[in-house]
C-alpha cells in the first residue's frame, strides 16, 4: 500500500496551470492538484458551458462563484450558487454540469468516495 499521508500543505492556485476541456458547448478550466487516493481542482465552466459527457464518478462539489445546474440522468435537476455543496460516491448517480452565466468551483474526489456495497 502507498503512503497516502498528506504533510501539511499550501496551494498557491494562481501557480496552478489551467487546463481547457472542451464541454459540447463552452470551455471548462481545470486546476489540478494531485495526491494519492486524492484529487483537488478548481473548475471554471465558461457562459454557455454543457458537459460533454455523463460522470458516474463520486465528487463533493463546491460552489465558489456563480450558479450552475447539475442534471442527473434520471432527468432530475439541482440548481446550485455560490456557498452549496452537493456529494456524491461512485457509482450513485449519472451527472453532467450546466451552467448559462459560468461558475467556479471547488472539487474533491478520490478514493474515498468508492462506491461500498
Not at 487546463?19 to 471548462?28: K, L
Not at 465552466?45 to 458516474?56: E, F, P, Q, T, V
Request: proline share 3%; with cysteine; charged share 20%.
Amino acid at each position: 500500500m502507498q503512503n497516502a499521508n498528506i504533510p501539511f500543505e499550501t496551494i498557491d492556485w494562481s501557480t496552478v496551470p489551467k487546463i481547457e476541456h472542451p464541454g459540447e458547448t463552452g470551455i471548462a478550466y481545470w486546476q489540478t492538484i494531485q495526491f494519492t487516493g486524492l484529487r483537488l481542482r478548481i473548475v471554471e465552466y465558461s457562459k454557455g458551458y454543457l458537459a460533454d459527457h455523463w460522470c458516474s464518478k463520486g465528487h463533493i462539489v463546491h460552489c465558489l462563484s456563480g450558479e450552475f445546474i447539475s442534471e442527473l440522468h434520471d432527468g432530475s435537476h439541482f440548481t446550485l450558487k455560490a456557498g452549496d455543496t452537493y456529494v456524491v460516491s461512485d457509482e450513485l448517480s449519472s451527472h453532467r454540469s450546466i451552467s448559462e452565466n459560468g461558475v467556479r468551483l471547488l472539487i474533491v474526489d478520490g478514493d474515498f468516495l468508492q462506491y461500498m456495497k
